[in-house]
């Protein structure tokens, strides 16, 4: 390891030193280095550094770099860019190309053992360090192989660590891509015992415009990794400091003054103000310091920006020299001479001599031989304003050409360059190459899971596209396909509508129904099943006559729909059938399998579902092909749903956490939305409400059905009624307006509510609602169990010994399952009413050993209570129960425990909020009346801001009042802060 360390010093990553020394911060500095010597302990830290335009984050991730490589840290440096045509992944790009060009060749190879192949996808120049690879075995699909990337890209990263404590300085970062984002993010989280330290910096503000960068934030402030460090301007002190070393002698305190005014004390702006007033010579040096001559008044007629300044500067260069710089200008930040002597046709001496004039006046630098780089980019982006617009043009093609000629075709499929082919040629006029590049970069970007940045290349494809070029339409299913992953849906839609008329009217059926499943796979995600069944059957009709592999995805959604959504089961099993019977006439042997599982599922019970799901895990394993991503999402879906109905809570937590990891581009809308709600839901039965409240928040679509349901249940859970009621009421009203019924689950949990808030003749009137759906209900149907045990809870609480009788008899052919409560414990309350005490003790004895197992905590307290009513002696049962209910902060069942145990109350039981305020509102009107915005209310409570809006908003009718102010002299009248 010594030795790996003596020749890995060799290798520098460039760090630029400014012109002028470091100035301030010592703060900043103080608790970088903290961070730092936490990384020296073996754990990946994160910090941010915030800031407006030329407050110099940037001088303090070089000023930082430079300290911490003197003590043995490695640092990479890599830049996001706004330059459209950049490619994904950029900052990892520029940080990790530059180590792998120049790292010992020895030190490379061990530390890429295992993951070159990944890692090649976004890093071509390893084949060039290593030599010829052998290929891989099989290639994996796209899914996972992208997991592999951020695994190879983290595993790397963590390799380079060992040998030297690693400082990844990424820049720019409101300008990064969202694939970066989500990288960075898988860092983080899965290599937390690393000796990395990441440093980044964007623009204050920059998390309203990047929506990843924000999604970013709250992911890192929730994981608890991250640190803020807002920069804030210079002090007049520091302001003089950097004055004097500025100019290599002090400066007058009143010209000082004036300085520190127009500059606000923004580093930047003080340089170029400087070096402004001194090429006017408005300053002038007497024997000890600089100044404003006294008879010279203050300039009154300052340059109105620092674009002002630059162009005063620029005026006093040479005029060739200028126009070189705009040529470099439109190449980009950075820029070599060999292209601008091929793009001038002028001699690279001649060029050399100009752009002495350029670096003179610190506008650019040479950090390497023929290599140079604007200092600022306000500076490069400056100098490309003012060219004209078609000169602009014409330059970027010539540039484009040159490039083009100049790579081969190996390096023009690399990211960069395909990216920096890219970006000059769709800013020229070949309508060609535009088209030819943009789609490049598009499947590129694409590739690496940079939705957006593909969406921004299609789009402009499309829009050069005549109306009747026949790509257009293969085009308009690809950007609805995109949006749609997005979670975009009003977009995808009116995308896979223009898609399904165009098709339509160049009579293409085929695409014509391919746009037509989308659409309809998007409005069973909205929950408008009516509509959605009606948008899946037209497609199917479009196929007629044709036998497609595709058709049996189609009529596996429809069975899906009918029978789990509509409770349609014969409907269900013929479609499910005809899936089947297709399959196996196309020789989809895999389909055919999902088909017969999906067709046998609603049936099962007890012992059939362990082989079952043992069987439908093996079928999804072999859906390997990425056509086949949507029926694998479509299987796992059916896996996460008998897991959770065999009591295998954990194994369907594994299962929706491995759907979430390996196939975050489904195709399927509802999948991927409702893998988020069951996370939620099977975090609230295991008693872990915030994580599932941070689930929920995440969700698009927060206000249908399904997701009004989970947090009604967790409400319920929670012992908070009257929020579970209001919820359950909404998600009544949405699940009548999208299913034109009433689902029986949500009916039974709504009179268990109503029945908590002592509504007895609501509770009384879904009952009756459930024993009609139990009438025709038949014992086969997937909704019949959860019927049942909310019907036999409420059975119960009535204490009806006829409707319990009922109740037991028609349950115990699901004895072992979970709906919603276990049923084995349902099943011991009922039969110890029915006075069949050995057989009630047996049901709760298994009910006990799942909830201990599965981690079920609050079905582990019913259980204790049910138990306990079995024993005369039952005190230690009851104060386990209470130890429970204590730490889930359930204060009504620890009450009733109490009182059971006829104990005093240690534990004070909450009073009742002002205005049936519930405990979140609470704790949001306690934010709003400190003065809280939103989003600091959001990320306080891991809320979504839309979450807390509506919390507000139910505030305010509440405590009847109109605004914040009212609502804060509330919260104060009723002491709730």
Same mark, same amino acid.
């Given at each position: 390891?010594?030795?790996?360390?003596?020749?890995?010093?060799?290798?520098?990553?460039?760090?630029?030193?400014?012109?002028?020394?470091?100035?301030?911060?010592?703060?900043?500095?103080?608790?970088?280095?903290?961070?730092?010597?936490?990384?020296?302990?073996?754990?990946?830290?994160?910090?941010?550094?915030?800031?407006?335009?030329?407050?110099?984050?940037?001088?303090?991730?070089?000023?930082?770099?430079?300290?911490?490589?003197?003590?043995?840290?490695?640092?990479?440096?890599?830049?996001?860019?706004?330059?459209?045509?950049?490619?994904?992944?950029?900052?990892?790009?520029?940080?990790?190309?530059?180590?792998?060009?120049?790292?010992?060749?020895?030190?490379?190879?061990?530390?890429?053992?295992?993951?070159?192949?990944?890692?090649?996808?976004?890093?071509?120049?390893?084949?060039?360090?290593?030599?010829?690879?052998?290929?891989?075995?099989?290639?994996?699909?796209?899914?996972?192989?992208?997991?592999?990337?951020?695994?190879?890209?983290?595993?790397?990263?963590?390799?380079?660590?060992?040998?030297?404590?690693?400082?990844?300085?990424?820049?720019?970062?409101?300008?990064?891509?969202?694939?970066?984002?989500?990288?960075?993010?898988?860092?983080?989280?899965?290599?937390?015992?690393?000796?990395?330290?990441?440093?980044?910096?964007?623009?204050?503000?920059?998390?309203?415009?990047?929506?990843?960068?924000?999604?970013?934030?709250?992911?890192?402030?929730?994981?608890?990794?991250?640190?803020?460090?807002?920069?804030?301007?210079?002090?007049?002190?520091?302001?003089?400091?950097?004055?004097?070393?500025?100019?290599?002698?002090?400066?007058?305190?009143?010209?000082?003054?004036?300085?520190?005014?127009?500059?606000?004390?923004?580093?930047?702006?003080?340089?170029?103000?400087?070096?402004?007033?001194?090429?006017?010579?408005?300053?002038?040096?007497?024997?000890?310091?600089?100044?404003?001559?006294?008879?010279?008044?203050?300039?009154?007629?300052?340059?109105?920006?620092?674009?002002?300044?630059?162009?005063?500067?620029?005026?006093?260069?040479?005029?060739?020299?200028?126009?070189?710089?705009?040529?470099?200008?439109?190449?980009?930040?950075?820029?070599?001479?060999?292209?601008?002597?091929?793009?001038?046709?002028?001699?690279?001496?001649?060029?050399?001599?100009?752009?002495?004039?350029?670096?003179?006046?610190?506008?650019?630098?040479?950090?390497?031989?023929?290599?140079?780089?604007?200092?600022?980019?306000?500076?490069?982006?400056?100098?490309?304003?003012?060219? &004209?617009?078609?000169?602009?043009?014409?330059?970027?093609?010539?540039?484009?050409?040159?490039?083009?000629?100049?790579?081969?075709?190996?390096?023009?499929?690399?990211?960069?360059?395909?990216?920096?082919?890219?970006?000059?040629?769709?800013?020229?006029?070949?309508?060609?190459?535009?088209?030819?590049?943009?789609?490049?970069?598009?499947?590129?970007?694409?590739?690496?899971?940079?939705?957006?940045?593909?969406?921004?290349?299609?789009?402009?494809?499309?829009?050069?596209?005549?109306?009747?070029?026949?790509?257009?339409?293969?085009?308009?299913?690809?950007?609805?396909?995109?949006?749609?992953?997005?979670?975009?849906?009003?977009?995808?839609?009116?995308?896979?509508?223009?898609?399904?008329?165009?098709?339509?009217?160049?009579?293409?059926?085929?695409?014509?129904?391919?746009?037509?499943?989308?659409?309809?796979?998007?409005?069973?995600?909205?929950?408008?099943?009516?509509?959605?069944?009606?948008?899946?059957?037209?497609?199917?009709?479009?196929?007629?006559?044709?036998?497609?592999?595709?058709?049996?995805?189609?009529?596996?959604?429809?069975?899906?729909?009918?029978?789990?959504?509509?409770?349609?089961?014969?409907?269900?099993?013929?479609?499910?059938?005809?899936?089947?019977?297709?399959?196996?006439?196309?020789?989809?042997?895999?389909?055919?399998?999902?088909?017969?599982?999906?067709?046998?599922?609603?049936?099962?019970?007890?012992?059939?579902?362990?082989?079952?799901?043992? &069987?439908?895990?093996?079928?999804?394993?072999?859906?390997?092909?990425?056509?086949?991503?949507?029926?694998?999402?479509?299987?796992?879906?059916?896996?996460?749903?008998?897991?959770?109905?065999?009591?295998?809570?954990?194994?369907?937590?594994?299962?929706?956490?491995?759907?979430?990891?390996?196939?975050?581009?489904?195709?399927?809308?509802?999948?991927?939305?409702?893998?988020?709600?069951?996370?939620?839901?099977?975090?609230?039965?295991?008693?872990?409400?915030?994580?599932?409240?941070?689930?929920?928040?995440?969700?698009?679509? &927060?206000?249908?059905?399904?997701?009004?349901?989970?947090?009604?249940?967790?409400?319920?859970?929670?012992?908070?009624?009257?929020?579970?009621?209001?919820?359950?009421?909404?998600?009544?009203?949405?699940?009548?307006?999208?299913?034109?019924?009433?689902?029986?689950?949500?009916?039974?949990?709504?009179?268990?509510?109503?029945?908590?808030?002592?509504?007895?003749?609501?509770?009384?009137?879904?009952?009756?609602?459930?024993?009609?759906?139990?009438?025709?209900?038949?014992?086969?149907?997937?909704?019949?169990?959860?019927?049942?045990?909310?019907?036999?809870?409420?059975?119960?609480?009535?204490?009806?010994?006829?409707?319990?009788?009922?109740?037991?008899?028609?349950?115990?052919?699901?004895?072992?399952?979970?709906?919603?409560?276990?049923?084995?414990?349902?099943?011991?309350?009922?039969?110890?009413?029915?006075?069949?005490?050995?057989?009630?003790?047996?049901?709760?004895?298994?009910?006990?050993?799942?909830?201990?197992?599965?981690?079920?905590?609050?079905?582990?307290?019913?259980?204790?209570?049910?138990?306990?009513?079995?024993?005369?002696?039952?005190?230690?049962?009851?104060?386990?129960?209470?130890?429970?209910?204590?730490?889930?902060?359930?204060?009504?069942?620890?009450?009733?425990?109490?009182?059971?145990?006829?104990?005093?109350?240690?534990?004070?039981?909450?009073?009742?909020?002002?205005?049936?305020?519930?405990?979140?509102?609470?704790?949001?009107?306690?934010?709003?009346?400190?003065?809280?915005?939103?989003?600091?209310?959001?990320?306080?409570?891991?809320?979504?801001?839309?979450?807390?809006?509506?919390?507000? &908003?139910?505030?305010?009718?509440?405590?009847?009042?109109?605004?914040?102010?009212?609502?804060?002299?509330?919260?104060?009248?009723?002491?709730?802060?």
């Amino acid at each position: 390891m010594g030795d790996q360390t003596s020749d890995l010093a060799i290798f520098k990553h460039s760090i630029c030193t400014p012109s002028t020394a470091f100035v301030g911060r010592q703060k900043e500095l103080t608790l970088l280095q903290e961070q730092y010597q936490a990384v020296l302990q073996g754990t990946t830290r994160v910090v941010f550094l915030i800031g407006d335009q030329g407050i110099g984050k940037t001088r303090l991730l070089h000023e930082f770099a430079a300290r911490a490589q003197q003590a043995g840290a490695l640092p990479l440096h890599g830049n996001a860019s706004d330059s459209e045509g950049m490619p994904p992944f950029l900052p990892f790009l520029e940080a990790l190309g530059g180590y792998i060009r120049q790292a010992p060749l020895a030190i490379l190879k061990e530390q890429c053992t295992g993951l070159t192949h990944s890692l090649l996808r976004i890093f071509p120049e390893l084949a060039l360090r290593l030599g010829e690879l052998p290929t891989p075995a099989y290639p994996s699909p796209p899914e996972q192989s992208q997991l592999r990337l951020y695994e190879a890209v983290g595993y790397f990263l963590t390799a380079i660590s060992r040998t030297q404590p690693l400082l990844l300085l990424l820049d720019d970062l409101h300008w990064c891509d969202s694939a970066s984002f989500t990288l960075l993010s898988h860092i983080v989280r899965h290599q937390r015992d690393a000796r990395i330290l990441i440093v980044g910096a964007f623009l204050s503000g920059g998390e309203t415009q990047n929506r990843s960068l924000d999604h970013t934030l709250n992911n890192l402030i929730r994981q608890r990794t991250l640190t803020m460090l807002t920069l804030q301007p210079l002090s007049f002190e520091q302001i003089a400091i950097l004055s004097e070393n500025y100019l290599g002698s002090s400066i007058e305190e009143r010209t000082c003054r004036f300085l520190y005014e127009q500059s606000e004390g923004n580093p930047f702006f003080t340089e170029e103000l400087l070096q402004n007033w001194l090429e006017t010579n408005l300053l002038v040096k007497n024997e000890h310091q600089w100044e404003i001559a006294p008879e010279t008044p203050l300039p009154q007629q300052l340059p109105p920006s620092i674009v002002g300044t630059l162009r005063q500067r620029f005026q006093r260069l040479p005029s060739n020299t200028i126009d070189i710089l705009r040529i470099a200008a439109t190449i980009g930040r950075s820029f070599d001479l060999s292209l601008l002597t091929a793009i001038t046709g002028l001699e690279s001496e001649i060029i050399e001599d100009r752009l002495l004039a350029a670096e003179q006046a610190h506008l650019v630098t040479s950090a390497q031989p023929e290599t140079y780089r604007f200092t600022h980019d306000t500076i490069r982006a400056t100098l490309y304003l003012e060219v &004209s617009s078609s000169r602009r043009r014409r330059l970027h093609e010539q540039i484009g050409q040159t490039l083009e000629q100049r790579y081969t075709s190996q390096e023009r499929n690399s990211l960069q360059r395909l990216a920096e082919l890219t970006f000059h040629f769709i800013h020229s006029t070949n309508r060609e190459k535009i088209i030819t590049y943009s789609r490049y970069a598009a499947e590129a970007a694409q590739q690496n899971e940079a939705i957006e940045e593909a969406l921004h290349h299609y789009r402009r494809i499309l829009d050069l596209l005549d109306a009747r070029d026949p790509q257009r339409g293969q085009l308009l299913l690809k950007i609805g396909e995109l949006t749609s992953s997005q979670h975009r849906e009003a977009e995808a839609i009116a995308t896979f509508e223009t898609a399904l008329h165009w098709f339509i009217h160049n009579e293409d059926p085929l695409n014509a129904a391919r746009a037509a499943h989308c659409l309809g796979r998007i409005y069973w995600a909205q929950r408008n099943i009516h509509l959605a069944q009606s948008t899946l059957e037209y497609a199917l009709s479009l196929y007629a006559g044709h036998q497609e592999p595709e058709i049996i995805g189609l009529q596996l959604d429809l069975a899906t729909l009918l029978t789990l959504f509509l409770g349609q089961s014969k409907q269900g099993a013929l479609y499910a059938r005809k899936a089947e019977a297709l399959a196996r006439m196309l020789k989809q042997e895999t389909l055919e399998a999902l088909a017969n599982h999906i067709l046998r599922f609603p049936a099962l019970t007890g012992e059939e579902l362990h082989p079952y799901l043992q &069987s439908l895990e093996a079928v999804i394993a072999e859906m390997q092909h990425p056509n086949l991503r949507a029926e694998a999402a479509l299987g796992y879906w059916y896996l996460t749903r008998g897991a959770c109905r065999a009591s295998k809570i954990r194994r369907a937590g594994a299962i929706s956490r491995k759907r979430l990891d390996l196939m975050p581009t489904s195709g399927h809308l509802l999948f991927q939305r409702d893998t988020y709600i069951w996370l939620a839901y099977l975090h609230t039965v295991q008693g872990d409400w915030k994580t599932a409240d941070a689930l929920l928040t995440q969700l698009p679509g &927060s206000h249908a059905y399904p997701a009004l349901l989970t947090r009604g249940f967790t409400a319920y859970l929670r012992e908070e009624y009257a929020e579970a009621k209001t919820l359950l009421q909404q998600a009544l009203q949405a699940s009548r307006n999208s299913l034109k019924q009433a689902d029986p689950a949500l009916i039974g949990l709504l009179a268990l509510t109503e029945l908590a808030t002592n509504n007895h003749s609501a509770a009384h009137m879904h009952m009756q609602e459930l024993k009609t759906w139990l009438s025709v209900l038949p014992d086969a149907a997937h909704q019949t169990a959860p019927a049942l045990v909310f019907f036999a809870l409420l059975a119960l609480a009535y204490n009806d010994q006829a409707t319990i009788t009922y109740a037991y008899t028609r349950l115990k052919s699901f004895e072992g399952l979970f709906a919603w409560f276990l049923v084995d414990r349902i099943l011991g309350m009922l039969a110890l009413r029915c006075q069949q005490q050995e057989q009630a003790r047996a049901y709760l004895q298994r009910a006990e050993q799942t909830a201990r197992s599965e981690g079920l905590h609050p079905e582990l307290i019913q259980v204790i209570l049910a138990q306990a009513a079995l024993q005369p002696e039952s005190n230690r049962l009851l104060k386990h129960a209470l130890h429970l209910s204590e730490e889930l902060a359930l204060h009504t069942t620890a009450s009733r425990i109490r009182q059971q145990l006829d104990e005093p109350t240690d534990m004070p039981e909450s009073p009742p909020l002002p205005a049936n305020l519930t405990r979140r509102e609470k704790e949001v009107l306690r934010l709003v009346a400190k003065g809280r915005s939103n989003k600091q209310i959001a990320r306080s409570l891991n809320l979504s801001e839309r979450t807390v809006a509506n919390h507000i &908003s139910n505030i305010l009718h509440k405590i009847r009042c109109e605004n914040r102010v009212a609502a804060t002299t509330f919260a104060i009248r009723h002491k709730l802060v």
